[in-house]
């Protein structure tokens, strides 16, 4: 059985750092990607950062220079080192893992939310 359990999220001030980890247990594919993703209230859920195990990594453009997804592969953990936090990046933010196949699109799945296990969130706060 697969799960993710998300930490690290909290209150910080627009401009402040904050790392997200996702401890990842009961995975055994070797072709995989994870990814992270976020939901505000009011609003659907978005893509935000996401990696495979190619190595190859994809983004929103809202996050692009400010966002860094990486993995510690002998911890089973996934990050997401966020900087330059601003309020509009205020949501729940959730890690997310799949098989992946050769030729899929990482970008793809991340920007249609094709991603079939899920933690359960935390929640990150940027006050003004």
């Known amino acids: 059985q697969v799960q993710l359990v998300e930490s690290g999220g909290g209150s910080v001030q627009s401009g402040g750092s904050l790392r997200l980890s996702c401890a990842v247990s009961g995975y055994t594919y070797s072709r995989y990607c994870m990814g992270w993703f976020r939901q505000a209230p009011g609003k659907e859920r978005e893509g935000v950062a996401a990696l495979d195990s190619d190595g190859s990594t994809a983004y929103a453009d809202s996050v692009k220079g400010r966002f860094t997804i990486s993995q510690d592969n002998a911890k089973n953990t996934l990050y997401l080192q966020m900087n330059s936090l601003k309020p509009e990046d205020t949501a729940m933010y959730y890690c997310?893992?799949?098989?992946?196949?050769?030729?899929?699109?990482?970008?793809?799945?991340?920007?249609?939310?094709?991603?079939?296990?899920w933690g359960q969130g935390t929640q990150v706060t940027v006050s003004s």
């Open positions: 997310a893992a799949d098989h992946t196949d050769p030729g899929d699109g990482l970008l793809f799945r991340l920007t249609h939310i094709d991603f079939g296990y």
